[in-house]
């Protein structure tokens, strides 16, 4: 994904900020910024170069006036791009020759394609109505944005002899897939899959099988939603699938404090989940409060999920799991607490064993892996969404009211990335 600096198109996006009296309010952007570096656009007839080098100007005599990256044609937006802070951005708040202040952020360019030999699973993501066949072995065309969870930005800019200079940086999502560890060698996870940590003394390996068909979900490179984003194992499970409240919870902490200190966009899968439990429920919202988006599968039981943790947490985004026929799945549970569905019947993903090794299997595992990959898939696309803000955006492409089956009381929304 290529990311450049917004000029005067930006400008429709903003929304003003910092009004004072007598000053001009700077506009802010709607997602990411270059720190201290501000669009100004002139009024018309107003000379840049003369306002910039002006002896008698507080903008030539500040010491926080940093430097000129942009200086724009006169005749089709008159005005320049820089860095400017404290006084250098009052003078130019309270100058008459001055029409705008627009904060300088980031757009990406936006590049579909198509993977042909998906699952059905993938292919109903990037879908707004049912596929129009029962044959889940089937392969099917799946389109999605080519950032898939990571990307790097390119960053334009150009001095006063207008020499370009480019500077990259690198970016992407970790996924941390709370759950009976990775298979790392598998081939499908092109190097992309790390051991995390280990809590309830159980080795440093899936030897269950069930995180490391979560993680080819998630961010597989043929059967993944977030096809470039990291994959990070954190074993909290035994390998016959089962663990303590106390493991899970510490292995929440341990991707809360490696999210403070990567500062990298984090994704939080638990495809688990039992009896009602205050003190995980805490832990996720906990989770969650730190900017870690947690998704949870709804559980298996086709019962209401009030009663199911963590599941039954509002802040978390919860998933339940659906057919190739847009029907609940008939397992999948249900209630008020259900975020959204996707598919969760017959899905295809990495499996142990061998570096090719797959398997096909049923659960809200799987649907709620669909929608942690498509969170990711969202974050490497604005990597500043928050917890609330992607959750947001997810309600905003679902599509609703298609899905057969559904309880009364059920949010009827299934998963949709937005790509076709």
Known sequence: MISFLATASLLLFASKINARPNLIAVESFAGRVETDSYIVQLKSGADARQLLSSSGSRLATSPEYSSITHVFNSSTFNGFAGKFKGEALLALQSSKDVEGIYENGFVDARAITTQTDATWGLARLSSKSALGSSNTGAAYPFKYDTSAGAGEYILYRQSWGLRSVIDTRPSGVDIYIVDTGIYLQHSDFGGRAIWGATFGGYPNADGQGHGTSCAGVAGGNTYGVAKKAALVAVKVLSDSGSGTTADIISGLQWIIARRQSTGRPSVAILALGGSANTALDNAVVSAHNAGVHVVVASGASNTGVENTSPARVTQVITVGATTIADAKAPFSNYGPGIDIFAPGVNIKTTWIGSPTATITLSGTS????????????????????????????????????????IPSGTNNEIAYNGAA
């Open 366 to 405: 799987y649907s709620a892996c669909y929608v942690g990959g498509l969170i990711a898939y969202f974050l490497g696309l604005d990597p500043s969404l928050t917890p609330a803000a992607a959750q947001a955006q997810l309600h905003t492409l679902g599509v609703d009211g298609i899905l057969t089956s």
